[in-house]
């Protein structure tokens, strides 16, 4: 199983960002992605999370301005992010093999991580 973060940058307050997770090895249609970061001070937390079939689990650190989504012909998924506040800096990572969102995050598989900063 490989998960490949991409889409992490700096940008702006206000400014949008998408991130992508290529997953190989693993069922990917029928696998739960999950949307984690890790922000400095507190702990991992769940963002957002994406079923086989489209439909997402919204906690709420991603709710409102964080949608999640997945290209099962491409292997992916994507996290798009609006209106970034700087508080919203930190590493983000996809997993799979989730078998509950539970807090603190834990899933079998976990990609490398990707940094967004939010600084004007």
């Known amino acids: 199983v490989q998960l490949v973060e991409s889409g992490g940058d700096l940008v702006q307050p206000g400014r949008s960002l998408r991130l992508s997770c290529a997953g190989s090895?693993?069922?990917?249609?029928?696998?739960?992605m999950g949307w984690a970061r890790q922000v400095p001070g507190k702990g991992l937390e769940w963002v957002l999370g994406?079923?086989?079939?489209?439909?997402?689990y919204n906690p709420e650190a991603g709710k409102g301005r964080f949608t999640a989504s997945r290209d099962n012909a491409k292997n992916t998924a994507y996290l798009q992010m609006n209106n970034l506040k700087p508080e919203d800096t930190g590493v983000y990572y996809c997993a799979t093999g989730i078998k509950a969102f539970g807090t603190p995050p834990t899933a079998q598989y976990w990609g490398q991580g990707t940094q967004v900063t939010v600084s004007s």
């Open positions: 090895g693993f069922s990917f249609s029928s696998s739960v």
């Open positions: 994406v079923f086989g079939d489209g439909s997402t």
